[in-house]
């Protein structure tokens, strides 16, 4: 029975059935009509997913670094500003590829399971004046939400382009690219898109476009550069065939499937079972008598929980709950990554997968010397996702 362990871990994540199937598909050409409409409705189901009208939707063969990697080498050029709202190891990730592009960066920081105060925030715009200021939504090595609404608000008030870091968020978390100002929102297909790993995508509005198309310099990635892609993604959307580089054919129809799936349950449907999910297995780890990294519930995102090992339990935990058929992680943080582990909780999990795992997790604490009643943590849960 080694197939039915339960991947649990915050992306990856286990998919839907007809996800699986669309991967497995006989490979096509790239320009072969169901693959041409299967792309072009992927990215018109991109662009309503991050409900970002009129902006310009991208998915590219790489993985959510890559479309990090768009964003800052289209958007910055040497010798500008950028300010980094800086919530853990993936925002020292984009602030490292910022400053190899050339950029002189201001990071705005907290410590670990915090975030900036807005005023901090807005103290670095005001002195920097940065052409970008960049959010990372959901950090995945914390499991801290950033308040990604009032911070874009303070970037558009000082001029920025305001750059998302959703690969932990969009799909399950509200975000309203339009509405919100924000000029790219960027993610990978394999966190809360449900799709498997292997692909980037990325909106970009029509300002994020303005300032690539007046760059002084062409961006020094070729697979990287927007100017590329441009024709391709439009081409494809318009049901014609286009050639840059050759897209994933069958993760491109997987996600697809996964991204019309998200839509026909609804984003704000979907945004709400997150909430949902998230406090069911939350009320189940505080039965446990876990503690949250987030320092106030409601910087705690609803993709992952980030928990605290007990006094006397350490990293063997882990492999403890992986015995009783459940994948989690352990902690990123490198100031605390011995400290903490993870618990993914996104896209097609079901309220018996979040059963499982509180029993896996409390089994494998009990059998960790930690005084817990696992039951009663069931109990817990499921009194919360009936409530
Ligand atoms: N940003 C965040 C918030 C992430 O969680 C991740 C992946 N864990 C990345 C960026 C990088 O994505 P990938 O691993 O797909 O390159």
New binding site residues.
Partial sequence: MTDRDLLMI??PIELEPAVLRALGEKTTSHVDARFIAAFGRALSALRQVAQADGAQPFIIA???????EMAVQNLVEPGEAAVVVNTGY?SD??GAMLERAGAHVTHVGASPGDAPAEADVEAALVKTRPKVLTI??????TGVRAPLERLAALGKKHGALVVV?????LGAEEIRATAWGLDVVFA?S??ALGAP?GL?VLTASPAAQAAHAARTRPVASMYADFAEWLPIMRAYEAGTPSYFATPAVNLVRALDVSLASLLEEGMSARVARHARTAAAFRAGATALGLTGLPARPELAAHTLSALRYPAGVDGALVGRVRERGVTVAGGLHPALKATYFRVGHMGAVSPSDIVAAVAAVGRALAASGHACDPGAAVAAATRALDA
């Avoid at 870091?165 to 968020?169: L, P, Q, T, Y």
């Fill in positions: 915050p992306g790489g993985s959510g670094t890559l479309a990090m993936f990730r984009i990372t939504h959901v950090d995945t090595s870091d959703a690969v932990c968020s990978g394999q966190k790993p980037a």
